[in-house]
C-alpha cells in the first residue's frame, strides 16, 4: 500500500508564485488593516468537516491557530493567503486529500500529523512557514517543496522514497529527517544549518546530498549509505557519522569542528577522506569501524580539544602534524603491525595532556604508562575525565546526562505542546547515540 504508484506530484509544490517581497509585504498590510471578526480565530480553533474550513474562504488573514481533524475524507482551505499561527492537521484518520494552494504563509507551524491514509496534500503556494514537521504519514509518497523560508523540518515516519525540492532554502535552523523507512534519496540546496542537521533510523540505504552546505552547527548522521558534502568548511559544534553503510567518507572541504567528532560503528567503511581539517575543538573519536584499515586522512590535523580515541582494526593511523591533545588518549587496534611509537613520542614530549594514555596493538598488549594496570576500566574512566575537563562538549557516553537538556531544547523549536514530547524522544533518540 505504500508503494502505490499514484503520480503524487507534491506535498508541497509551489507553482512559483514569485511573490517578490513587495506582494507579500502588501499582502500583511491589507490584512492587518482590518481582520473581519470570522478570520480571527481566537485562541484556536478546530475544524472536523469542509463545511468548517468553508467558513474561512472569505479571509485573505486567518489569525490563530487552525486544528483540522475528524472524519473529513478531503479538505481544502479556499482563498486564505496567510495564517498568523499554526495550521494543524492531526488524526483525521480518513483525510486522504487536502489542499490549501492559495496560502503564501504560515507564521507558525505547519504540522501534519497521524493521517494514515493520506497520500496528497498540496500547499502549492507556500513559501514561508516557522516550522514544518510532517510526522507518521505512511501512505505519503513524495515530498517536494519551493520553499523559500523555513526555519524547522521535522519529517518522521513516513513513507516517503525521496526528500528533496529544497533547492529555494538556503537557510534553516534544524533539518530533522528520521525513521522514514522507504527513504532513499535526500537532497537540499541548504547553505547553512544554525542547529542541528539529523537523519537516522531512515532504513539502510538513504543517500544524501547537501553539496551547498558551507556550515551547520552540528550533524548526526546513521544508516545512511552516501554521503555528499562538497563544500562543507565548519561543523560549529559536533559531528557524528554512527552506524552508517557508506564504504567512503569524503568531506574534504572541512577544516574545523568546534566540539566532539565521532565516526564509529560504520561496519562497510573502508574509506576516509578529511584532507583539510585541522582542528577539533573537543573529543576526536574514531571506533568501531570494522574494515577501515588506513587511517590516513587526519594528517593535516594539529590540536584535538578533547580525548583521542582510536579503536578497531587499522594498521595505519597518521597523525603527523599533531601538536596538542587536551584529553588522554586511547589508541587499540588488533592489527599487530601497528607500530605505537609515534604516540609514544608525542606523549613523552607533554603533547597528550590528558592522564589517560593508552596505545595496544594486536601483538603484545603492551600497553605504555601509567594506567596500564586495569586498561578496560581505566580506559572508561579516563575517557570520560578527560572529556568532561575538555571545552564543553560531552563524551559519547554521557548521552543520558545531556538528553534531556537536548530535548528540551528541541522541543523549544516545535510550536506545540503536544508535540514537544514527541521533539523531546527524537531528540533523546537521537542524542543517545553522540
Ligand atoms: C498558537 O499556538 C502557539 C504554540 O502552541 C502559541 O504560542 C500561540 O500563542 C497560539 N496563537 C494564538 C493566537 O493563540
Ligand atoms: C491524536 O490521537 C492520539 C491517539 O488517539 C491522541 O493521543 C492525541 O492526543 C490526538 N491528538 C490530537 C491533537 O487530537
Ligand atoms: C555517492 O555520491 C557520489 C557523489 O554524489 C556519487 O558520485 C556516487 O556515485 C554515489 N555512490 C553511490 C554508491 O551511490
Ligand atoms: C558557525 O561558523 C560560521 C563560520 O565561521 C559562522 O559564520 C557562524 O556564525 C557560526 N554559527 C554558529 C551558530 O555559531
Ligand atoms: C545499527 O543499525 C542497525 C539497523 O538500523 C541496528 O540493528 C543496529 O543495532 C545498529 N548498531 C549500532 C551499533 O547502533
Ligand atoms: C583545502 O584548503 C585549501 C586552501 O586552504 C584549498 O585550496 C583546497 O582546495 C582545499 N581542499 C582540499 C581538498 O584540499
Ligand atoms: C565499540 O565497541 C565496543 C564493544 O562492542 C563498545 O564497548 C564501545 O562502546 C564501542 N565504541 C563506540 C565509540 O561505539
Ligand atoms: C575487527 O574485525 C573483526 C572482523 O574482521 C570484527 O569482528 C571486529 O569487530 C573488528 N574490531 C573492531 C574494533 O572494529
Ligand atoms: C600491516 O599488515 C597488513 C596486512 O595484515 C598490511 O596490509 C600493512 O601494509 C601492514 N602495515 C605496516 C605498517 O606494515
Ligand atoms: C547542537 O549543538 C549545540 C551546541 O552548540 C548543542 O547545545 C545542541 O544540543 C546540539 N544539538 C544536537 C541535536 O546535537
Ligand atoms: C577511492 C579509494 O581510495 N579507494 C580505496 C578504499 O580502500 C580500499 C581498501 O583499503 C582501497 O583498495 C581503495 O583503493
Do not use: H
Not at 4 to 27: E, M, Q, R, V
Not at 28 to 56: F, H, M, R, V
Not at 133 to 145: E, K, N, V
Not at 390 to 405: C, K, Q, V
Amino acid at each position: 500500500m505504500q508503494f502505490k504508484s499514484f503520480s503524487i506530484a507534491a506535498l508541497l509544490a509551489t507553482s512559483a508564485l514569485a511573490a517578490d517581497s513587495s506582494s507579500s509585504s502588501s499582502s500583511t498590510k491589507t490584512s492587518s488593516t482590518s481582520i473581519p471578526s470570522g478570520c480571527s480565530l481566537g485562541s484556536s480553533a478546530t475544524a472536523t468537516a469542509q463545511s468548517d474550513l468553508d467558513e474561512y474562504s472569505g479571509c485573505t488573514t486567518l489569525v490563530g491557530n487552525l486544528t483540522i481533524s475528524g472524519v473529513l475524507g478531503s479538505g481544502a482551505i479556499a482563498n486564505v493567503q496567510k495564517i498568523d499561527g499554526s495550521l494543524r492537521i492531526y488524526n483525521a484518520t480518513d483525510l486522504v486529500t487536502f489542499s490549501a494552494d492559495s496560502i503564501e504563509e504560515i507564521t507558525g507551524s505547519l504540522e501534519l500529523q497521524s493521517l494514515t491514509v493520506l497520500t496528497t496534500a498540496s500547499f502549492g503556494a507556500l513559501e514561508k512557514v516557522g516550522t514544518i514537521s510532517l510526522i507518521t504519514l505512511p501512505a505519503i509518497s513524495t515530498f517536494a517543496t519551493n520553499l523559500k523560508s523555513a526555519s524547522n523540518i521535522l519529517i518522521s515516519d513516513t513513507s516517503l522514497e525521496s526528500i528533496d525540492g529544497f533547492s529555494a532554502l538556503k537557510t534553516v535552523d534544524s533539518f530533522n529527517i528520521n525513521n522514514n523507512r522507504y527513504l532513499t534519496s535526500v537532497k537540499a540546496s541548504l547553505s547553512t544549518v544554525s542547529n542541528a542537521l539529523e537523519l537516522g533510523f531512515n532504513g539502510q540505504n538513504t543517500a544524501l546530498s547537501f553539496d551547498e552546505l558551507i556550515w551547520a552547527n552540528n550533524i548526526t548522521l546513521s544508516s545512511v549509505s552516501n554521503v555528499s558534502f562538497a563544500k562543507l568548511q565548519k561543523v560549529n559544534a559536533s559531528m557524528g557519522f554512527i552506524n552508517n553503510t557508506f564504504t567512503d567518507l569524503t568531506v574534504d572541504e572541512l577544516e574545523s569542528v568546534g566540539q566532539t567528532f565521532t565516526i564509529s560503528s560504520n561496519d562497510d567503511l573502508e574509506n576516509v577522506s578529511f584532507q583539510n581539517l585541522t582542528t577539533i575543538g573537543g573529543g576526536f573519536v574514531i571506533a568501531n569501524n570494522t574494515n577501515l584499515k588506513t587511517i590516513d586522512t587526519f594528517s593535516e590535523v594539529t590540536t584535538i580539544g578533547g580525548a583521542l580515541n582510536v579503536i578497531g582494526n587499522f594498521t595505519t593511523l597518521d597523525l603527523s602534524s599533531l601538536k596538542s591533545v587536551k584529553g588522554g588518549a586511547d589508541i587499540e587496534t588488533s592489527a599487530s603491525n601497528f607500530s605505537c611509537d609515534a604516540l609514544k613520542k608525542l606523549q613523552s614530549k607533554g603533547a597528550i595532556q590528558g592522564d589517560n594514555f593508552v596505545c595496544k596493538n594486536g601483538a603484545v598488549s603492551s600497553s605504555a604508562s601509567s594506567s596500564v594496570s586495569s586498561s578496560a576500566s581505566s580506559t572508561k574512566s579516563g575517557s570520560s575525565k578527560s572529556s568532561s575537563a575538555s571545552s564543553d562538549d560531552s563524551s559519547d557516553s554521557s548521552s543520558s546526562s545531556s538528553s534531556s537538556s537536548k530535548s528540551s531544547g528541541a522541543a523549544g523549536i516545535a510550536y506545540t505542546i503536544p508535540q514537544a514530547s514527541l521533539f523531546g524522544l527524537f531528540a533523546t533518540v537521537l542524542s543517545a547515540l553522540l
